[in-house]
């Protein structure tokens, strides 16, 4: 009975984001494959693993819509922290009051249970991209690809249906669980504390503490599957051993600051948006919105849509750990 559930459940989600991709009718008999395949419950990294690392293989949805359907994401790497991790405090006093805490997010969304932060685990994952949209961006050098495009605006939606998906399973498997950046009580972002413009959770930092990766000059976070990525993540009332950070420094995978070389991102920034004092996300903001009218009137992407990613392409540390 759970089990039909869960089952249906899923295609509805899958359906509905499916026909919204105009993929619904090519899509009925993987989805429902796969669906057959899902888990009935997760309950360890293991299990939480799989789960996330087949929806990505075979969701449809992860898909850039182009006419060759190409996949926005290749594999992911998943990684746990603690709730009462200290570094999460740390986050919050150093980036500002406005910044969530787990067990902030997960009362938000909880007022009703009772929940300390050591009993929460954080589940944080990274989506590479694939080497055919880094190597359409890598050619590039003022104008950004379609295909990076494409991938950062239907890549991102499927992520937030991921992010879903993986609350959604904890949850019908007894762990109430919350994935931060779509929750309702997140706003886009705010502009105080020391470092301007900044989310109420970060994705970058949730995956930090979850020992995927550290910040490179241009602040994107290299991982053993390089930069081109995007990161996302989901807290949970579960105890899911952490995963070890092999990093003492925020900095250790990133040529610049380890060994004084490299700044290619600085070159291949598009926006004179990185130095050597690292990076101005005001400069990129403004950079990326310059990329909304081509995205929208050249290439038809729907109102909103942009890219840029030169400093994740081209770059040494691009799909691997440079140092
Ligand atoms: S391109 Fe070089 S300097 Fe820039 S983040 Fe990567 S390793 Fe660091
Ligand atoms: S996203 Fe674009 S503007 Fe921003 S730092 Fe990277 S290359 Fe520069």
Request: hydrophobic letters at 20%; charged letters at 25%.
């Given at each position: 009975m759970r089990l039909e559930v869960n089952r249906r459940k899923f295609l509805r989600i899958s359906a509905k984001t499916a026909a919204i991709a105009g993929l619904a009718g090519a899509a009925r008999n993987p989805l429902e494959a796969f669906a057959s395949e899902t888990p009935v419950k997760v309950g360890d990294a293991a299990s939480i693993t799989s789960l996330i690392t087949d929806y990505v293989a075979k969701a449809p949805t992860n898909s850039i819509r182009n006419a060759e359907n190409e996949k926005a994401w290749d594999e992911p790497l998943v990684g746990f922290s603690r709730g009462d991790d200290p570094i999460y405090q740390f986050y919050k006093e150093d980036i500002g009051s406005f910044y969530w805490t787990p067990i902030e997010i997960f009362k938000l969304t909880f007022p009703e249970i009772t929940a300390k932060s050591d009993e929460l685990s954080i589940i944080s994952w990274i989506l590479p991209h694939t080497e055919s949209i880094k190597a359409d961006l890598r050619k590039q050098t003022k104008t950004p690809s379609e295909k990076w495009i494409r991938a950062r605006t239907y890549g991102g939606q499927f992520i937030d249906e991921l992010c879903r998906y993986v609350a959604d399973t904890l949850i019908k498997s007894g762990y109430p669980a919350v994935a931060p950046s779509v929750s309702k009580s997140n706003q886009i972002a705010t502009n105080g504390g020391k470092y301007g413009m900044a989310s109420q959770w970060s994705e970058r930092h949730a995956a930090y503490a979850s020992g995927l990766g550290t910040f490179g000059l241009c602040d994107g976070l290299i991982t053993p599957k390089g930069k081109a990525i995007r990161c996302a993540s989901v807290v949970a009332r579960i105890n899911v051993p952490p995963t070890p950070?092999?990093?003492?420094?925020?900095?250790?995978?990133c040529l610049h600051y380890a060994k004084g070389i490299c700044g290619m991102c600085i070159t291949r920034c598009a926006g004179s948006a990185v130095s050597s004092s690292g990076h101005d996300k005001k400069a990129c903001a403004a950079q990326c919105m310059t990329t909304n009218q081509y995205a929208e009137k050249?290439?038809?992407?729907?109102?909103?849509a942009y890219g840029c990613g030169f400093c994740q392409t081209g770059v040494p540390c691009e799909s691997r750990i440079p140092v």
């Open positions: 950070r092999p990093y003492k420094d925020h900095h250790a995978y050249q290439l038809g992407m729907p109102k909103g």
